[in-house]
């Protein structure tokens, strides 16, 4: 009989990425995916704790297993990620849901596979939390499932402690893989015909500080000298640490894609200080001068915190101004979420949940207007997209440009994981519409 897994995962591409590293885990122990939590043999949660949503998401799922769980009673249920990592949160959660199997944390995810044979030798449950970050581990064998593109770990953990965020409690100090094993990795991938790779890090530009090794934008340089046609992005990039020497190296290659992601999360000083950023909006906007000198074309992306505590209307207008004065291509925009654990949720002057509703609508709404701004600017024009997938609702294949507008268009075969070019009909929002040429 066929042994089937089921993941569900919460959070960002480093989650997803974790989460290729779990099913290859549970495909050497001879299981195979399946679509739904009924059919399976396992289910993992990997979970998220960066926001409260997430986090309550995970409960009401793991949650609604309890009569599965009955009924198969030789379901295993394992959790976890970076919510059991949290100091305490493993024994809630077994105490919450005693019928859950396994539950581990970021440090120790590469042992998932003994916990699951441990628990089918006998044993009641396994609960293992490791407090240190421990070493890196190379020559794993994750089973991707985002062809064409494939996702390359470079970075593990945070130093940076900015006020509002859990990462460097959860998933430990800075470490950086060797850059030998991640050239080897990109080299790989390519080999097996992925068109897109994007390097992943809490804050990539601090790759190898601190280390012999080589820094980020040599590191850059040396995956775009592979041979092939790819594409390489990289994410998440810290404003403080990004450079001359980073914008001149996506500036050398025109396989390093340009399109920035650099996190501004405030247009205040004042809360820019709070959040422990360690730049001012001036800082910032230098490093989008630098970044527009050596790539003019770039498109800029970013995140962006409403109702930090102590924001103030002036504050918020700072932001406004500042997304103005960018103009960004599209941006990710959040209602700050308290999380237990760090300096920020021990803050005074919390703000009221109206007024952050209020505000995120209005920038949202600032957002939108530029994102359809610079969608308008593709009309009647044709650009390459690479292929990443085909809309079932829609009957059209979709991929993305180099820029990051995803296009819509259709083909008569099946074209994933090629690159097009796509004259451009129609922009709607953040989509593009259009037909091969």
């Known amino acids: 009989m066929d042994k089937r897994y089921h993941i569900v995962t919460y959070g960002c591409q480093m989650n997803v990425h974790d989460s290729e590293r779990i099913a290859g885990m549970l495909s050497e122990l001879g299981y195979s995916s399946c679509d739904s939590m009924e059919e399976a043999d396992v289910v993992v949660f990997n979970t998220c704790c960066i926001r409260e949503n997430a986090e309550n998401h995970a409960y009401g799922n793991i949650g609604m297993l309890k009569k599965l769980k009955s009924a198969k009673r030789d379901m295993i249920i394992a959790v976890g990620g970076c919510m059991p990592q949290q100091i305490g949160k493993a024994d809630i959660l077994h105490k919450k849901f005693p019928y859950v199997d396994v539950i581990f944390g970021t440090h120790n995810l590469n042992k998932l596979k003994d916990y699951i044979l441990e628990k089918q030798s006998g044993k009641k449950s396994v609960i293992e939390i490791f407090d240190s970050e421990g070493e890196i581990v190379e020559g794993e064998h994750p089973l991707r499932t985002s062809y064409p593109n494939a996702w390359i770990n470079i970075t593990y953990g945070c130093n940076n402690f900015c006020s509002y965020c859990i990462v460097p409690y959860v998933r430990g100090r800075e470490r950086s893989r060797r850059s030998e094993n991640v050239i080897e990795e990109a080299r790989s991938l390519v080999s097996d015909g992925y068109k897109e790779l994007t390097l992943l890090g809490q804050n990539v530009n601090s790759y190898a500080n601190g280390s012999d090794d080589i820094r980020f934008p040599a590191l850059l340089e040396k995956i775009a000298a592979i041979d092939g046609k790819f594409r390489l992005r990289f994410m ?12 001149k190296a996506i500036a050398s290659d025109r396989k390093i ?21 360690k730049y001012t909006s001036a800082d910032y906007l230098k490093k989008i001068e630098i970044l527009k000198k050596y790539v003019p074309d770039c498109a800029v992306t970013t995140d962006l915190i409403v109702g930090f505590p102590g924001e103030t209307d002036e504050d918020f207008k700072a932001t406004l101004n500042l997304v103005k004065e960018v103009g960004y291509s599209s ?21 009221p949940e109206e007024v952050c509703k209020e505000r995120i609508i209005e920038l949202v709404a600032l957002v939108n207007s530029l994102t359809r701004e610079h969608s308008a600017k593709y009309v009647g024009k044709t650009c390459e997209i690479l292929c990443e997938g085909y809309d079932d609702k829609r009957g059209l294949f979709l991929g993305r440009d180099e820029y990051g507008r995803m296009g819509y268009f259709a083909s008569e075969k099946n074209i994933i994981g090629e690159f097009v070019n796509m004259f451009v009909e129609e922009a709607n929002g953040v989509s593009l519409m259009g037909k091969i040429v």
């Open 236 to 247: 998440t990039s810290h404003p403080k640490d990004f450079s001359e020497e980073l914008a």
């Open 257 to 277: 894609c340009h399109c920035v992601h650099l996190p501004v999360q405030s247009g205040s000083d004042r809360i820019l200080k709070a959040m422990n950023r």
């Open 331 to 351: 941006a990710f925009t959040f209602v700050y979420s308290k999380r237990e654990g760090t300096v920020a949720a021990k803050m005074p002057d919390q703000v």
